[in-house]
């Protein structure tokens, strides 16, 4: 998880993190070309203070906010038929990044609404395939993607909206954009957007045309490019009641609906990967303007593309590593346990003041992450060139403030992108639960080892004792000597082992000690330490 998040940050202009950057530029110049599309309206608002790249624009714009740091945001989520992907973990990760830049660098709150696609084609065959049922199929992909982003560290939207949930308000939907002339319904129960009767609105994020000749197409659509808000059921299919018979939603309408549920016809920013600026994003926008009657639905478009290589994942290796490097140095010379010669803590008040101002202009420049890693990795070298290692201590005071700042200040960067570089983690439920209980058979062994070592004393000799043998009772006294000699030397070992028994107790980890063995087992909820760091958070 760090490893994935500081290469998305570190390597920020090779992987395309910033907003709409990399390859998700190279793609919508591609889709462009040369043809005129419609003019993007700068939105009315309070000024975030922040520059974003915008798909709809194909431009760098200041990002406007319609309510003053407040955000609106509809994310694409997942079609939950099956295990996501490291697409999907690039793009979320990377907009995640972006969420946090907003909150804790430019103090705005994020209001974010995920749709879940909980009914679809793909969705349908695989339950088919399984042979289960489609609804049960959707609930355990859509928990088993909901985990991955929690290992990935992506903070869960404000509210997740599964499709199948939205069915009535889909319906009524379809229902406005068929009143107001653009979309219509077919004898075999499909309904379709009409894209020739939107004209030049059409093509808002690409150059397609309604007037380009269509290729033949076999089906009850007037024109090629219509696209489908309501399809038609099919025998033995997950279906329901609307007013053109039994079916289910079309994909485009099903983000149009939830967006619109929440947030009305005011969106800040949308997301998604490059792939779906066409047709989704595409055909969302034409849906929605038709359905509110507004000139512009969905301010800022913000499009990923997945270009992680073996390169960048070292560049983020080789990073974490420096960075971890100077923390644990810096760590040990606050602590004497590192001993150097006296510090200019002028040069680096100096340099942490100058960091923190071109961190906060990086991520005003389109979220660059790059850029702001690189002023911190700046800062390090300039940390690293004072702490050399002197062997004679010359009894000059500490710097440890300058010092305590500069990790303060790494860490709380880190930590606001979603990453740590504690020492001790805490264990999360699922596979890390095997690696863990794994690691406390070994410690418990071990422990064990040293437990029976420290207790197996010599046993005292069997020899007769005859009355007046002066050499049998020296024998006997030698002995007890060594004994109390070794139970002497050995008792900081069973003092260890207690003590070890008692700190993992305070975890909820507890041993039982037994003539042979020894064995454990861990409490529900935790132990007290962990209770009582749960009540502070």
Same mark, same amino acid.
């Given at each position: 998880?760090?490893?994935?998040?500081?290469?998305?940050?570190?390597?920020?202009?090779?992987?395309?993190?910033?907003?709409?950057?990399?390859?998700?530029?190279?793609?919508?110049?591609?889709?462009?070309?040369?043809?005129?599309?419609?003019?993007?309206?700068?939105?009315?608002?309070?000024?975030?203070?922040?520059?974003?790249?915008?798909?709809?624009?194909?431009?760098?714009?200041?990002?406007?906010?319609?309510?003053?740091?407040?955000?609106?945001?509809?994310?694409?989520?997942?079609?939950?038929?099956?295990?996501?992907?490291?697409?999907?973990?690039?793009?979320?990760?990377?907009?995640?990044?972006?969420r946090r830049i907003m909150t804790k660098f430019f103090g705005i709150e994020v209001i974010?609404?995920?749709?879940?696609?909980?009914?679809?084609?793909?969705?349908?065959?695989?339950?088919?395939?399984?042979?289960?049922?489609?609804?049960?199929?959707?609930?355990?992909?859509?928990?088993?993607?909901?985990?991955?982003?929690?290992?990935?560290?992506?903070?869960?939207?404000?509210?997740?909206?599964?499709?199948?949930?939205?069915?009535?308000?889909?319906?009524?939907?379809?229902?406005?954009?068929?009143?107001?002339?653009?979309?219509?319904?077919?004898?075999?129960?499909?309904?379709?957007?009409?894209?020739?009767?939107?004209?030049?609105?059409?093509?808002?994020?690409?150059?397609?045309?309604?007037?380009?000749?269509?290729?033949?197409?076999?089906?009850?659509?007037?024109?090629?490019?219509?696209?489908?808000?309501?399809?038609?059921?099919?025998?033995?299919?997950?279906?329901?009641?609307?007013?053109?018979?039994?079916?289910?939603?079309?994909?485009?309408?099903?983000c149009s609906t939830i967006s619109s549920a929440v947030f009305g016809k005011q969106l800040d920013i949308h997301t998604g990967g490059i792939d779906l600026a066409f047709?989704?994003?595409?055909?969302?926008?034409?849906?929605?303007?038709?359905?509110?009657?507004?000139?512009?639905?969905?301010?800022?478009?913000?499009?990923?593309?997945?270009?992680?290589?073996?390169?960048?994942?070292?560049?983020?290796?080789?990073?974490?590593?420096?960075?971890?490097?100077?923390?644990?140095?810096?760590?040990?010379?606050?602590?004497?346990?590192?001993?150097?010669?006296?510090?200019?803590?002028?040069?680096?008040?100096?340099?942490?003041?100058?960091?923190?101002?071109?961190?906060?202009?990086?991520?005003?420049?389109?979220?660059?992450?790059?850029?702001?890693?690189?002023?911190?990795?700046?800062?390090?070298?300039?940390?690293?060139?004072?702490?050399?290692?002197?062997?004679?201590?010359?009894?000059?005071?500490?710097?440890?403030?300058?010092?305590?700042?500069?990790?303060?200040?790494?860490?709380?960067?880190?930590? /606001? *992108?979603?990453?740590?570089?504690?020492?001790?983690?805490?264990? @999360?439920? &699922? +596979?890390?639960? !095997?690696?863990? =209980?794994?690691?406390?058979?070994?410690?418990?062994?071990?422990?064990?080892?040293?437990?029976?070592? /420290? *207790?197996?004393?010599?046993?005292?000799?069997?020899?007769?004792? @005859?009355? &007046? +043998?002066?050499? !049998?009772?020296? =024998?006997?006294?030698?002995?007890?000597?060594?004994?109390?000699?070794?139970?002497?030397?050995?008792?900081? *070992?069973?003092?260890?082992?207690?003590?070890?028994?008692?700190?993992?107790?305070?975890?909820?980890?507890?041993?039982?000690?037994?003539?042979?063995?020894?064995?454990?087992?861990?409490?529900?909820?935790?132990?007290?330490?962990?209770?009582?760091?749960?009540?502070?958070?």
């Amino acid at each position: 998880m760090t490893m994935l998040r500081g290469a998305a940050a570190a390597v920020a202009r090779r992987c395309g993190l910033r907003a709409g950057s990399g390859g998700g530029k190279v793609a919508a110049r591609r889709c462009c070309s040369a043809a005129r599309r419609r003019e993007w309206v700068p939105p009315v608002g309070r000024d975030s203070g922040i520059m974003a790249y915008n798909s709809r624009s194909r431009t760098k714009e200041p990002l406007v906010l319609a309510k003053d740091r407040v955000a609106t945001w509809y994310s694409c989520g997942p079609t939950v038929y099956d295990h996501a992907h490291l697409g999907h973990a690039c793009s979320y990760v990377r907009f995640d990044i972006i969420r946090r830049i907003m909150t804790k660098f430019f103090g705005i709150e994020v209001i974010m609404v995920m749709g879940i696609t909980d009914i679809d084609d793909k969705i349908i065959k695989r339950a088919n395939e399984m042979n289960m049922s489609p609804v049960a199929l959707a609930r355990i992909y859509e928990e088993d993607f909901k985990q991955d982003m929690a290992a990935l560290k992506v903070l869960p939207p404000t509210a997740y909206m599964r499709v199948t949930e939205n069915i009535p308000q889909i319906i009524s939907f379809i229902e406005t954009v068929i009143a107001n002339g653009q979309a219509y319904a077919t004898s075999q129960g499909n309904v379709y957007f009409d894209v020739k009767s939107w004209g030049k609105r059409y093509g808002v994020l690409t150059t397609i045309s309604p007037d380009t000749p269509d290729e033949a197409v076999n089906t009850d659509k007037r024109h090629g490019k219509d696209f489908a808000l309501w399809k038609a059921a099919k025998p033995q299919e997950l279906s329901w009641t609307s007013p053109w018979g039994k079916g289910r939603p079309g994909w485009h309408i099903e983000c149009s609906t939830i967006s619109s549920a929440v947030f009305g016809k005011q969106l800040d920013i949308h997301t998604g990967g490059i792939d779906l600026a066409f047709p989704h994003h595409e055909n969302e926008i034409a849906q929605c303007e038709v359905y509110h009657q507004c000139e512009q639905w969905g301010n800022y478009f913000l499009h990923s593309a997945v270009e992680f290589s073996d390169e960048s994942m070292d560049d983020a290796k080789n990073l974490l590593q420096a960075i971890s490097s100077f923390i644990k140095d810096a760590n040990a010379y606050i602590k004497g346990q590192l001993i150097c010669d006296p510090v200019r803590e002028d040069i680096l008040w100096e340099r942490l003041a100058s960091t923190k101002v071109t961190v906060k202009a990086s991520f005003a420049d389109d979220f660059d992450t790059s850029r702001a890693v690189a002023a911190i990795m700046d800062l390090i070298h300039h940390g690293n060139r004072q702490l050399k290692a002197v062997t004679k201590d010359t009894g000059s005071p500490r710097s440890s403030v300058v010092y305590g700042s500069i990790i303060s200040y790494i860490e709380g960067f880190f930590n /606001a *992108l979603g990453m740590s570089f504690e020492e001790r983690q805490v264990a @999360v439920k &699922g +596979d890390s639960s !095997a690696v863990l =209980s794994n690691v406390i058979d070994e410690l418990v062994q071990f422990r064990t080892k040293v437990r029976h070592y /420290a *207790l197996a004393l010599p046993e005292a000799a069997e020899t007769a004792l @005859v009355e &007046g +043998d002066a050499g !049998a009772k020296g =024998s006997k006294r030698e002995e007890k000597e060594k004994r109390q000699q070794l139970m002497g030397e050995r008792r900081p *070992l069973l003092e260890a082992c207690d003590s070890l028994r008692e700190n993992l107790a305070a975890f909820g980890i507890h041993i039982k000690d037994r003539a042979a063995v020894s064995t454990w087992e861990m409490a529900e909820g935790g132990g007290q330490a962990e209770q009582q760091a749960q009540g502070k958070s």
